[in-house]
Every structure is written in structure tokens, then in C-alpha cells.
């Protein structure tokens, strides 16, 4: 599970409010080189919750976000490659999600989060 | 050079799992038939919900990933099985999906509201008693519940939320599912809707469908919908005759 994907997913029990962002707590973390693509960056900044990613990559173990993006993109690099590596090269393997309300764990296998609900969840 | 798809040979599989047939043929054809317009599109964000054995989303990306870089594409299945399997044919095929185990989009509606371009669906459209529907494993891919429509109902409101403003979505759909009041229901909400592609099989007779929002489509004039249904009728009846000429 790439942190793209953890930046949008919340818990869905029915009835929890504080949903998101969802905790990582990683057992198996890896990192899969992709493409760097600035455009695809700069689209998808406007959507991305800034603090989930860098609390995310922080649990990953990576610590280099800065706790705000800069204001001008275009001339940052630096920056723009940190991004790429927090949310599409971090992979999380192995591990746990775990709503911030409730606690409820959703297990990551095989690089792939578990979001089915419990019947008395629904 | 012709687009590439997904090589039946590449494609992964499992005892519990449908495998790639005509119906995923038929959806893999409507995109390939789509595609210029695809492309122009330029999707940003592209999902297929029910991803099996990932045949459909695998096809997707091969056919869009040269001319429309930087594309993220994403695939639920609520069976776990076919979410291991679509992530072994995406990669032999060297290609990449965010992949979730998620009843249609559990999880992501928050946050993915308005926010998807394509969306792709092979639901489970054969009609079957309802306490059939969810069950778990292979049957999930088939089981559509009274008149195979209990799941497709499930995931159009679903679709309503997640699409963006320019967003398609392409449902494969039986003629007994009702198709015309599928897009009835469809355009009360806003959407245009045509046939992208017929295939009459000797076991069925597949609809693919493509929506997409029009503002002047809303309706809730009665009178309207009946002609809306009896035109969708006509339309089906033709390309059903072209077919068989």
C-alpha cells in the first residue's frame, strides 16, 4: 500500500466521526522505484491531506517532509522528489491501519489494506 | 500497431475466481472502442470496482498508459482472493493499480468524492435469490440477487459520489437486468447514458453502458421516462438485428 492510496482511504464503521487519517503501524515496509512524473505531483498536491502523508512517511520511516509544502512548486525539485519518494515509492507490506476513534486494526497483506467490515460494523 | 491489452496467458488465477469471459471481453472492447475519446478525456484518476482477476484494469492502463502519462489507477474487489490475483496480473504485465480489499469502495468515499475520472464495473449481474448475493468467494462475481440487479443498485449511488465532474462510467449489464430503467435511474441523478457495446452470447445477451453527467438530463417528468424506456427498447432491438445480419 503506497501512501497515495492511505491519503484517501477512512475507517468505515458505521457511526465513527473521527475517521482519518488511518495509523500506520508497519511491520514490513519497502520501497518500489517509480517514473517521477512533475505533473502528475503538481495535480495531485491539491488533494493530498499534507499531514496524513508526512505522519505517514514518518511511520514509515522516512522523516524528510517538511511539515508544510513550500508555496512555489515549479523551481523545487528537492522537494517534489521528496514527495514523489513519500507517496509512490513507499510501499507498506506488511502491517496494520488502525482508526484514530475506535482502534479497529485493518490488516495490510501483501501490500493490500483489508477495509471489509465485521457484520455488526456495518 | 494495434493497443495493447491484457494477455489471457499473463493473466493470473485461482479455483475461487471467474476468470476472464465474454462478458470482461465485451467491457475491455467498449474502452478499446472508447478510446480516442479516453484519451482526450485525460483522466487523472481511473478505478475499476470489482477488479476479479484484473483483466479489465490491466486492459485500461496498457490502453491509455502511452499517450495519457501520470494516471492513478486504482481496483477493489470485495473478495480478497481476486485482489491477490489482480495484483499478479498487473504485474506480469509490468504494470501498476492501487489495489484495496473493499466491499465496492468502502473506505475511500470520503476522501475520493468527486475525484474519479473513469469508472469501470463487471458487476455481479445474474439473477439469483438474493441470499445469494455476498456470499463469499466465486459466487461473489456472479450473484446479482433479483433480477440480477441487488449489487448494481448498491453501486450507482456509490459511482454518483466518487465521479468528478467530466468523470465516465462503464457498466456491464445483462438485458434482463432492466437496462433502460438502470439508466432512468441514472438520469434522474443527472447522467446521459448510451450503448457503447451490444454481444448477444448463446447463454446471454451483454449491455455495455457508459454514463457521464449532463446537466440538461435531469428529469422527473413521468411521461418522459416512458418514452425514455421505449426508445431504449428501439435501440436495443436494432443493434441486436445489425448484430445477427
Redesign the interface.
Known sequence: MRLIVHNMLSCNIRGVVNKFPLRIEPEKVIVKEVDFNPDFLKHMIAKIDWKALVDGARSMGYPELPDHPPTTLESDESFLRKFHHSLLELNLEEGSLVCPETGRKFSVNKGIPNMLLHEDEV | MPPRIAAIPLVSSHRELYEPCDDSFALVDALLADRTHLIENNP?VCMEIGCGSGYVITSLILLLKNEV??V?Y?ATD?N?IA??VT?ETLEAHGV?A??????IA???????AG?VDVIVVNPPYVPTPDYEVGMEGIASAWAGGVNGRTVIDKILPVVDILLSEKGWFYLVTLTSNFPAEICLMMRKKGYASRIVVQRSTEEENLLILKFWRDKDEECQDKEISSSFVSQFSKSISSLMEKQWR
Open positions: 487523472k502519462p501520470g492513478h486504482l470485495t480478497p485482489t491477490r495484483k501498476h492501487d489495489i484495496v480489499c473493499a466491499d468502502s473506505g475511500l468515499e470520503k476522501r475520493l475525484s
